[in-house]
């Protein structure tokens, strides 16, 4: 229920840009708010429950995909300028996640389900640039926060995909990819990817 409740959340913010609603701006950041609060407690509910397994990683992963994307086309629609000041920089971010993603499905045919720390961290980062964003139509500092950030995360989960030998979801990091790759046991943490 949590992740395709992401999916109706996308759906709605996505319409109320498109038929500029009253008050926008406090309806987006509430319901993306509650969007980024499903995605945190799904994983840690399904945790819990023992009920997580692969299909719901990628099921997951593919809404989350969706979801932020919907939210990205509701910022361009609300703050255009803010997009073409900055559309190399996007650009560029938006080909290191197809690259990301590209690289998964040619070795594993399968989408990426990592879930790293630092993707999180980033996903963090992400959430407070597009609020800025939509409640100030710009963003500087933060941007290029998230910006370099962004970049260096979707490289590292080329490489954490590249030192896999078969498809793994919940890799915290790099070493951890490794340390798989050579047969040793994956450190987990309970409350991120238990």
């Given at each position: ?27 987006a ?54 997009f ?37 961290v ?28 962004g ?44």
């Open positions: 229920m949590l992740i395709y409740s992401r999916f109706a959340i996308g759906l709605i913010i996505l319409s109320c840009s498109i038929f500029h609603i009253k008050n926008y701006s406090a309806v950041v509430t319901l993306f708010t509650i969007g980024l609060l499903t995605d945190i407690f799904d994983g840690i509910i399904a945790r819990s429950l023992n009920v997580s397994n692969e299909k719901l990683r990628r099921l997951d992963s593919t809404i989350d995909l969706f979801f932020f994307i919907a939210v990205a086309v509701a910022a361009f629609i609300s703050s255009p300028q803010f073409y000041e900055n559309k190399i920089e996007l650009s560029i971010l938006i080909g290191a996640e197809a690259t990301a993603y590209l690289v998964c499905f040619f070795k594993f045919k399968k989408e990426i389900a990592t879930h790293s720390i630092s993707s999180k980033w996903a963090l980062i992400l959430f407070a640039t597009i609020v800025q964003l939509m409640m100030t139509k710009t963003s500087s500092i933060l941007f290029q926060v998230c910006f370099y950030l970049v260096v995360t979707r490289v590292e989960i080329i490489f954490i995909i590249l030192v896999l030998r078969h498809w793994t979801s919940d890799v915290p990091g790099l070493f951890q990819a490794i340390r798989l790759r050579q047969g040793k046991p994956m450190k987990r943490h309970k409350l991120f990817n238990g």
